[in-house]
C-alpha cells in the first residue's frame, strides 16, 4: 500500500467519524447563537459612536458569548466521546503514527469550524453594511474586520481549550466547569473583547498576537498528551500523574486570586484570600482521592 493512499483511508477514517458531529456543533453555533442574540444590545451597537464599531471584536447579528461556550463545550464533547466511545483506543491500534493522526483529526475539525466563523463574519459584517447603508461617517473598515477575524480566532481558541480539557480531565463535569470558568477568565483578562478596545489599537493588536501565541501551545500541549496518551486512567479526575501538581497549583493559586480580586471590586483580606485558596485546594485534593467517595456512594467507578 502506498503512502499516499494510506493518507486518504486515513483521511477518510477521519472524515466518516467527525463529520456529522462537526456539522452539528456548526448548526448548534450558527441557531442558538443567532436567536439568542441580545436584541437591545444589538440596536444599541448599531446607533452607537462610530468608534464602538471600529473596534468591536464580536458579531453583532450573533450571541458570541454563547458561541464561546457551545465551542468550548463542543471541544469538551467531541473529546470525551472519542474516550467514552473508545475511538482513541481504535485509532491507537490502527497502525498509524500517531503525530498523523492528530494532525489528520485537527486539520478535519479546524477547517470546518474556521470555515463557518469565517462564513459567519462575512455574513455578519455584510449585514452591517445593508443596516447602516453609508450612514456612518469617520468609519474604518479595516479595524472592523480586524475585530470580526479576532473573535473567529478566539472562538476558535475556545474550541482547541475545550479539546485539551477534554483529554487532560478524565471526568466530563470537571472539564465543562473549569472551561466555564477559563470563559469567564478571558473575557474579563481580554481587552479586545471589550467595546473599550477602541481606546488603544496596540491593546487590539496585542491582544491579538497573544491569543495566537497561547493558542499554538495549546495546539502544541494537546499534540504531546495524545502522543503519550496511554489510556490508563480514563475515568480519573487527571488522566495524566504528571500534570496531577501543576494543574492543583494553576487552578487553586488561579482560581483563589481571581474570585478574591474580583470580590465585591475591592481588594479582599489576606485571611479571605487564606480561605478561598484553601477551600479550592481541598476540593481538588478531594477530587484527587476519590476512593473515599467511591466507598461512600457504593460505586467503583466515577465518570460524570
Known sequence: MTEKSTEKKLQQLIARHYRSRMLILIAALYILGFILVDRAEMVRVLQGANSELVYLARPVFFNWIVQLLLALFGGILLTRLDYQGHFNEFLFSSGYRRTNLFWHRQWFLSKYLLLALLLEVILDQGAIAYVLNGDFTNFDWRWLVIGALFSVLMTYFAFLVGQ??????????????VGFYLVILFLTSFTGLRNSAANSRLEAIGDFIALFVIGFGVVMLQRHLFVHDSLENNGQYLRFEKLKWPIFVLLTLV??????????GSKPSVVVIILVVLVVAVVQLGLMNQNWLKKALGIHHIDF
Open 164 to 177: 485539551l480539557l477534554g483529554t487532560i480531565f478524565g471526568q466530563s463535569l470537571i472539564a465543562y466547569l
Open 255 to 264: 482560581t483563589g486570586i481571581y474570585a478574591t480580586m474580583s470580590w465585591n
